[in-house]
């Protein structure tokens, strides 16, 4: 092969190479369980085995000790112990969302079952209130008005309703 072909092979590689570590250490921030952790040591493990025997081959291929198709039988058993891992570990984190998302909708739930009970209890504190506003203070003053009307119509012989009582009414 020409030279420029195996520099541009060389740059396609070595690019490859610094996603994956980007990759690595942007979703290793993301962790929060500790089999995710486990998984992803293991992931770490086999994609350094698999950055490692792609440098091997560059090398060799740079040097022209190793052919094009050497190289992509070395990189071609690197890269399925790394998808492998790779599968492990998407799997491993798609359950843990799953989880997440169940705990939110639980959690969802639990506080639309908290307002609405709340609402409810407000309500039917509110009618209490109402009920006894009109039992012992609304129901005594319009009778005591209703007979004060009537006193002042003339009816003497009336008893005011409500006159022994020692509160404000």
Do not use: C
């Not at 250490?25 to 994609?47: G, N, V, W």
């Not at 039988?73 to 989880?99: F, P, W, Y």
């Not at 705990?103 to 009618?127: K, P, Q, Y």
């Not at 002042?152 to 509160?167: I, M, Q, S």
């Amino acid at each position: 092969q020409d030279p420029e072909e195996r520099r541009h092979a060389s740059d396609h590689t070595i690019a490859a190479i610094n996603n994956l570590r980007w990759l690595k250490s942007t979703y290793a921030a993301l962790l929060t369980l500790e089999e995710e952790r486990q998984l992803f040591a293991a992931f770490d493990q086999r994609s350094e085995t698999y950055i490692a025997a792609q440098a091997r081959a560059l090398a060799g291929f740079r040097a022209g000790v190793t052919s094009a198709s050497g190289v992509h039988s070395t990189l071609d058993r690197s890269s399925h112990d790394l998808e492998i891992a790779g599968d492990n570990l998407l799997a491993a984190s798609l359950q843990s969302a799953e989880d997440d998302s169940e705990r939110v909708d639980a959690t969802v739930d639990f506080l639309i079952f908290t307002a609405a009970s709340g609402m409810v209890f407000s309500l039917i504190l509110g009618l209490w209130s109402v009920y006894l506003v009109r039992k012992r203070i609304l129901g005594p003053l319009s009778s005591m008005t209703n007979a004060l009307t009537e006193l002042a119509a003339g009816n003497t012989a009336l008893e005011v309703p409500f006159a022994d009582r020692t509160d404000e009414v």
